[in-house]
C-alpha cells in the first residue's frame, strides 16, 4: 500500500458513445498492485448523467485498474453489497480526472455471499442500439467471466485488498 496525494479527483463514467453516466468527486488514496484507490465517503455527492444529484449514504473506495476492463467499489458496512464491479473500458487517467467506458454488465457480490452477474439484457440491447464492436463485446465477455471467478473465489483485490484503503475514510 502506496499512499499518494490525497487531492480531489473526478469519477466520470460514460455510456458508449461519449453520453455521460455516473461522475463524482472522490480523494485520491493511493495505489498498490492493483490498481489506483479512490476514496468516497459517506455523504459522497453524485450524479447520473445530468439527473438531480443524489447523496450516498455508505462510505466506499473504488479501484481503477492500470490494464483491466474493469472497476471496482468495496462497500462499507452495513451496505447490502460488499463489492460491485462495473465491466468497462480500461480506465484512463487525465490529469485529476479518471474516465472510462460504462459496458453495461456489473458484477456483485452482496454481503450475505451471493453472488450476481447484472444486466446482461441491457448489455444485449446496447450491442444493438449502439453498434459495439466485436472486440469490445468479446473483451466485456471474458472480463465479466473473470470477475465472476475472481470475486467469487475472493482471489486477487478481491481477497481484502481494500480494507486499509477503506480505513481510510471511514
Sequence with gaps: ??????????????????GLHW?????LLGEDEHGVWVGCPAGTVA?????PPVTWVHA???LFPRDAWWT???YAAPHEMEIYCDVTSVPRWHGD????VDLDLDVIRFRDGR????DEDEFAEH???YSYPNDVIGQAERSAAWLMDAVGRASGPFGGAHTPWLSLIT
Excluded: C, I, P, W
Design 97 to 100: 480526472e479518471v474516465s472510462m
Design 72 to 74: 471496482a467499489v468495496f
Design 127 to 129: 450491442q444493438v442500439r
Design 47 to 51: 450524479r447520473r448523467g445530468y439527473r
Design 23 to 27: 461522475n463524482h468527486a472522490g480523494r
Design 60 to 62: 466506499f473506495v473504488g
Design 1 to 18: 500500500m502506496s499512499e499518494v496525494s490525497t487531492g480531489e479527483v473526478r469519477v466520470v463514467y460514460r455510456k458508449y458513445g461519449g
Design 115 to 118: 453472488l450476481h452477474l447484472d
